[in-house]
């Protein structure tokens, strides 16, 4: 069974220092990852995935992703916090095998302090 | 180019009622995705419409039910409604190109059950 773990529930970082959201996960054979971002009453922003191939990821507003298949870990990370980077982030993951369900997780909220 | 749409944005029923909720895909997208997240979870998958029948299903009641459109828009329908369901329904769109699909979040219906 496919399932995602965000071991923190929040993520405080100050403005301008790099910050790192964790996400592991477990699927059956290669696994699609993603990234997602969602805002005060608002759906889920795509910010990222992994499919294939070079296994650090650029994505939308100077976020990155780093897959580790050893670790089966896919971090989040920013070189460079700012301060409307503060969201509520998820991980998901889509097996290779399975036509579209998409396991999320638990999500991460992200304070950037001024 | 408009994103996925929803609608009605807010819903509020009382318990034993039925409830239809409203999505278009964004354009060019022919894969509808229904997920629904409670409040301080991630979203959870309800199925997933192609070609106007459903291709994939998750832990869900058949209470729950959907329908898609020749125009790709979607519809889902919850019968006999229970205080449990009160939550954001999110509607998500995508482009079957092998297994690669990204699907892609609409603002949601907040639906609430008195």
């Known amino acids: 069974a496919q399932s995602v773990a965000q071991p923190e529930d929040q993520v405080n970082v100050a403005e301008g220092n790099p910050l790192t959201v964790k996400c592991t996960y477990s699927?059956?054979?290669?696994?699609?990852l993603f990234w997602y971002v969602q805002y005060p009453n608002r759906g889920l922003q795509f910010l990222l995935k992994y499919i294939t191939g070079d296994n650090l990821v650029k994505g939308s507003y100077g976020f990155e992703a780093e897959f580790n298949k050893s670790q089966t870990s896919f971090h989040l990370k920013k070189p460079s916090a700012l301060v409307s980077d503060s969201a509520l982030y998820f991980c998901?993951?889509?097996?290779?095998?399975?036509?579209?369900?998409?396991?999320f997780g638990s999500g991460t909220r992200l304070s950037i302090r001024p | 180019d408009a994103g996925v749409t929803q609608s009605p944005t807010h819903l509020i029923k009382t318990r034993g009622q039925q409830v239809t909720l409203r999505c278009s895909p964004k354009?060019?997208?022919?894969?509808v995705s229904w997920y629904q997240q409670a409040l301080g979870q991630g979203p959870q998958f309800i199925f997933q419409y192609y070609e106007e029948e459903e291709r994939q299903r998750g832990n869900f009641p058949d209470r729950f039910s959907g329908h898609q459109f020749p125009n790709y828009s979607s519809e889902l329908n919850v019968n006999a409604l229970l205080l449990g369901d009160s939550a954001l329904y999110l509607c998500a769109s995508s482009l079957v190109q092998g297994r690669e699909e990204t699907q892609y979040f609409g603002p949601g219906t907040r639906l609430l059950v008195l």
């Open positions: 354009s060019g997208h022919d894969t």
């Open positions: 699927v059956s054979g290669n696994p699609y």
């Open positions: 998901a993951v889509r097996a290779y095998s399975s036509a579209s369900k998409i396991i």
